[in-house]
């Protein structure tokens, strides 16, 4: 509780300055629509595995040679598509038909053993197109870590314990022969069992959690990313949702982040067939928290709070939002968890609200900022990807 305030406090000291001076007129808004992309199960992939057991048989070459007489010209060439690089072999990419590759609902599985964001801009990606990198919120979180307040050790603990377990699961290779786009989705995870140490050494299976869908049934994932694609070992994706969490500060507050990009290296011992494992390393992770959602996670929680039971931030004409706790709120939150305690304490309350000011970057292009920038560094292990969670 007393290191809650104390963060928030020294956030509210960073000031509001930012909302009067919007970063520059090109924000990155091209992927906002990706939010609740479903996933395309269809499978269609299977037809381009044959393409290229056809196009890569040396003796259909032979026989093409023997007949080229016959051909028109441009039509071999189209054949041979020339001008495309030959990207890697992924035998068994899942859903595979293939002989003897696995069969399963699920991917390959990468799990985060890892998860840091810096507290500068030295990672990871350009939001508003000024030329440097933008992490906003690790900029605040920072400033927690010089008072004694580790967040980035919450999330470690949460990670290395399994209290905290992010999925990557890799599908549906757009075409083996000449065009690398796949499928990535983000969930959240649980152990399949009660012992974490082989999970974290990449050896251990999870359940897909039920709140990473929006719908199980068919399977519809809540956070993908509309584009990635893999080349020479580099994973690389855009226009991703993800969750993100702060275990150890703010419990209650689980918010979307958008416009989330992703780049790793994937190691050679990747296994991308139903159930496989994949290593993903030198992993950096971008995205925006919009300002709406994270106060809107905030109202929920304070909602859920019996001694409040309503939301305690109003949104004001400008976008800010304002705290609207009493003292007879705190009279009658007194023993309630810390987190209501906080969203009753009108100073406290009130002190997060001056952070709404603080946000960095403009999301829909309207002048205005709206949306906190974040930049992260990640590691993973492979992980087995046993179902959907059944309980
Ligand atoms: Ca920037
Ligand atoms: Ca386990
Ligand atoms: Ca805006």
């Known amino acids: 509780m007393s290191r809650l305030i104390i963060l928030l406090a020294l956030l509210g000291m960073v000031g509001c300055s930012d909302d009067s001076s919007p970063s520059g007129p090109s924000p990155n808004n091209s992927t906002n629509n990706s939010t609740n992309n479903p996933t395309n199960n269809s499978g269609s992939n299977n037809t381009n595995q044959t393409n290229q057991n ?107 314990f399994g209290d905290v377990i992010y ?58 990313f509309s584009e990635a694609s893999l080349s020479e070992g580099v994973v690389e994706a855009s226009g991703g949702t993800m969750l993100l969490e702060f275990p150890g500060l703010l419990e209650e507050v689980r918010i979307q982040a958008i416009n989330v990009r992703l780049e790793a290296n994937l190691s050679s011992d990747s296994d991308l067939a139903a159930g496989g494992r994949v290593t993903l390393s030198q992993g950096k992770l971008g995205g925006i928290i919009l300002r709406d959602d994270f106060y809107g996670s905030l109202n929920d929680a304070s909602k859920a709070c019996e001694c409040l039971n309503r939301e305690v931030y109003d949104q004001r004409a400008s976008g800010t939002y304002a705290c609207n706790s009493t003292l007879a709120d705190e009279t009658a939150c007194q023993t309630a968890l810390p987190g209501c305690r906080f969203l009753a304490s009108s100073q406290y309350c009130g002190v997060l609200g001056t952070l709404s000011g603080n946000v960095d970057i403009d999301t829909d292009g309207d002048g205005d900022n709206d949306g906190y920038s974040f930049g992260a560094t990640f590691e993973t292990v492979g992980t087995k990807i046993e179902g959907i969670d059944p309980f």
């Open 167 to 224: 999925v990557l699961e890799f599908a549906n290779l757009a075409n083996t022969t000449r065009d690398s786009e796949f499928d990535l989705t983000f969930y959240t995870g649980r152990d399949t069992d009660i012992d974490f140490e082989p999970n974290f050494a990449g050896n251990g299976s999870v359940y897909l959690r039920g709140d990473a869908f929006n719908s199980e049934m068919p399977i519809d994932p809540k956070w993908q």
């Open 54 to 160: 056809t196009s890569n048989n040396p003796e259909d070459m032979g026989v093409t040679e023997d007949m080229a007489s016959d051909m028109p010209e441009p039509d071999m060439a189209e054949d041979m598509e020339p001008d495309l690089p030959a990207i890697e072999d992924f035998p068994c990419f899942h859903p595979s038909s293939e002989t003897g590759c696995p069969e399963g609902e699920f991917g390959g599985g990468a799990m985060f053993t890892a998860m840091e964001l810096p507290e500068d801009n030295s990672c990871c990606f350009d939001f508003n197109s000024d030329g440097a990198t933008d992490n906003r919120l690790g900029t605040l979180l920072g400033i927690a870590t010089s008072l004694g307040f580790d967040v980035n050790e919450g999330l470690a603990e949460a990670l290395q």
